[in-house]
């Protein structure tokens, strides 16, 4: 299926910086619009239903399974999250842009649906750093930690299925990295074709 805006996927293990880094970049660019997922685990501080997540039973997720309501979904970390059609298609009928936060196994069901979707994924700068990062968010149990370790593991053999890699070593220089990313994109023949039909008309661009 085509996308007729620019569609980034983003996915990390848990600890590489992900959510700070697309949070900063929602805040510089007022073009692109996150698409809030379901999920199934339940709201952690002070999240907020329809906000962060669509947070739901696992029966109403298996509901939404059954009508083939998700562009993708996934099990990660013992709980299901899917992304909805409904959360993409009225941006997608607009011709908008659209940034997915999603694991990597997501991610690869989005690029086998959207050819043109750009896949994007962050890595640690080590395995030290990662357990340091971990470990100084203060959010899991040294139990968890440890899992979160194993699964990174399996995660991060994947990045080789994804368009771009970003390590985000420094903070400044990995946005910087994502913003070129989605600049680039923008710049592609095909993008700009559709954000300047009328350049292209005018310089009598069939
Ligand atoms: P958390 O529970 O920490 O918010 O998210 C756990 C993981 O699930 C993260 O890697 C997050 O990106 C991923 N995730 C969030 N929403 C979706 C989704 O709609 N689909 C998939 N496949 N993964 C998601």
Redo the contacts with the bound molecule.
Sequence with gaps: MDYPGNLYVI?AP?GAG?SSLVKALMELDSHLQLSI?H?T?APRGQEKNGREYFFVSPAEFDAMVQADAFV???H??S?R???SKKAIEDRMAQGGDVIL???F??AVQIKDIFANAISIFILPPSWEELRSRLERRGEDAPDVIELRLKNAAVEVAQAHKFDFVIINELFDRALFDLKAIVHAQRLKYSAQRRARVETFQALNIP
């Design positions: 996915a848990s992900k997922s999920t685990r993708e979904w996934a990660v970390h709980q999250y899917g992304t936060e999603i694991d196994q997501g």
